[in-house]
Structures are given as C-alpha cells and as structure tokens.
C-alpha cells in the first residue's frame, strides 16, 4: 500500500483536507485560492492513484469514505508535524529579524501599543509586524499568531508568558454631563442611560454588573468593542464601565467612581513554548514588558489625566 503514496504530495493532502472540511469542490477550491476545475481534476487524479473512493458524492455535497476519513487524520498529524518543526526552526534564529504577527484587540492597540510599536520598529528595524486585530484566542498552535497581548485572567495553558499589568476598570461619563462628578449618587446614576459591552461578552463582569443591576430600558447601546464603548460615552450615548488607560485618556470624560477591582483583568503577553527563545520573540517580549511597565500606574488607574505631567500617556507619547 506504501507504493500510492509515494508519488502525493503535501498540496494533496491540503486538498482532501480542503475537500473535507467544505464538504465540496467550490468551497474548498476558494479557501486554497485556485479554481474548481483544478480541484475536481486533482481530487480524480488522487483518486485513481490510490485506487479507492475518498468521498462519496451526493446532491448534499461531499462525504468522507472510510479511506478518505484515514487520509483526513494522516492530513491532520501532518499539518501539526509541519507546524511543529516550522515552530522550532523559527526558535533558532540567530537575531531578531523576519516577520512577528501579534494579535491584540483593538483598544490595546489604539491606547496602549500603537507607539510601543513605533518603539520597536526603530530599535529592531529586521522584524516586521503584523497585527492581527482580534477579541478572539487565536491558535498560536497553529502559528495563527506568535505572540498574544491579551487582558485575561486565565490565560490558556498550552501557553507561556508573563502578566505585566493589571487593567483596571471604573464608570465614566461625558464630563459636561457631571460637572461634579465626586458628588453623584447611586440614584443619580440609576436614573441615567447605559451603555454596554454586548451579551456576547457577558463573561466580563462589567456586563453582568449591567445585567443584574440596571434595567433593560435603560441599557440604551450595545457594542461587542471596548473601543466602540469608549466613543459611545463620550457621544453621550450613556455612562458605562471602561478600562481606566481609556477612560483616563479622554478629557472628554470623567470617572463616576473609582476603579472596581473586581472588574479588573490581568494584562499577558504569551506565545507558544518552542518560539519562546526565538530572537524575534524574544526581543519583543522583553522590550513590550518594559514599556508597559513604565505606563503600569495607569493602566492599573492609579493615575488620571490630570497627573500624567510626569507620566505621557502611551496614546499621545
């Protein structure tokens, strides 16, 4: 049985895999980028060279046989072998150069590492960034990412990392709304319109605090960004809970109390064990945990606009 397989080749077993997974030629022919024609040509041709059925075609689509559902799983033990090894060469590099693609959701980005970048791209001008802007944990198993800056407090566990800040969270309205924000009181608050992270979100505890405690009337705006929320308060939409490296940098806004510490979130920079020691990685690790470092009373709301004389904002610096 070796002798069929002597003669495939790794874009065979991406197109089977492909083929699976769409569960049909058009589909699978879009996410490898060439055209349906071609898909259905290999497919045969793989086919009559293994001399066995891979899929059973039916007005459905595509359904795996017992022999193609073995070449599915072969597929899959080589995508992670190829990734594998793909990871550790990438871990002997001999100085910080090539491409580094680093996930982070947005509100990190625009508030806090935008000139942290910058910085970088200077000192290390070899490595070149790609930023892939996500809420979600990529794989970075799968090299969808090499390094995550994420605000979690459970970071996954096929991770490695190190926190460096805690975010902390407070209520902040428009300030021409509260001239005297010192002096509002819990009814005061309670009589206003909110504004909310989305359900989809509902794991924060800022949204559960809206969901248990403010009433479905006057949760007037929804949005499933942080970023979103932050413009959403300062439109006088309603008030709302934000990160305090947002809320502190818009002199727009003022905190309606101080930070909940329950709200708050550990802040990690992790990426997978075999790129740990790349030089790449390895050098933004270190120098990112530095610069957070020098803006932590912020992020961690233990400074406000007013006393950043001494201490720019990462937004402005």
Request: negative net charge; proline residues 6%; glycine residues 8%.
């Amino acid at each position: 049985m070796a002798e069929p397989f002597k003669n495939l080749a790794w874009d065979d077993f991406r197109l089977i895999k492909a083929v699976a997974d769409a569960k049909g030629l058009p589909a699978a022919a879009a996410a490898m980028g060439v055209n349906h024609s071609t898909v259905f040509r290999r497919l045969k041709q793989i086919e009559e060279q293994l001399g066995t059925l891979l899929f059973e075609r039916h007005r459905t689509g595509y359904a795996l046989t017992p022999a193609g559902e073995e070449m599915v799983a072969l597929a899959n033990r080589l995508d992670e072998e190829i990734t594998a090894v793909g990871r550790k060469l990438a871990g002997r590099e001999p100085a910080p150069s090539g491409e580094l693609r680093v996930t982070t959701p947005d509100s990190l980005l625009i508030h806090l590492l935008m000139p942290m970048l910058a910085t970088f791209r200077q000192r290390y001008p070899e490595v070149r960034l790609d930023i892939v802007l996500s809420n979600q944990a990529l794989n970075l198993s799968k090299r969808d990412a090499d390094v995550a800056v994420r605000a979690t407090d459970h970071p996954p566990e096929n991770l490695v990392g190190r926190r460096v800040a805690r975010i902390a969270w407070a209520l902040y309205g428009r300030a021409a709304d509260f001239p005297e924000p010192g002096s509002i009181s819990p009814e005061q608050l309670d009589s206003r319109n909110w504004v909310s992270l989305g359900d989809s979100l509902g794991a924060l505890k800022a949204v559960k605090f809206v969901q248990e405690n403010v009433s479905p009337e006057r949760v007037a705006y929804k949005i499933n960004s942080v970023l979103g929320l932050a413009e959403a308060v300062e439109a006088g939409i309603g008030i709302g809970h934000l990160p305090c490296l947002i809320g502190d940098a818009r002199p727009s806004l003022v905190r309606l109390g101080t930070p909940d510490d329950d709200y708050a979130a550990d802040l990690w920079l992790l990426t997978h064990p075999d790129l740990r020691h790349s030089p790449r990685v390895r050098a933004f690790l270190d120098f990112l945990a530095g610069e957070i470092g020098r803006h932590r009373r912020l992020i961690e709301g233990q400074i406000g606009l007013q006393e950043e004389g001494a201490e720019a904002s990462p937004a402005t610096a």
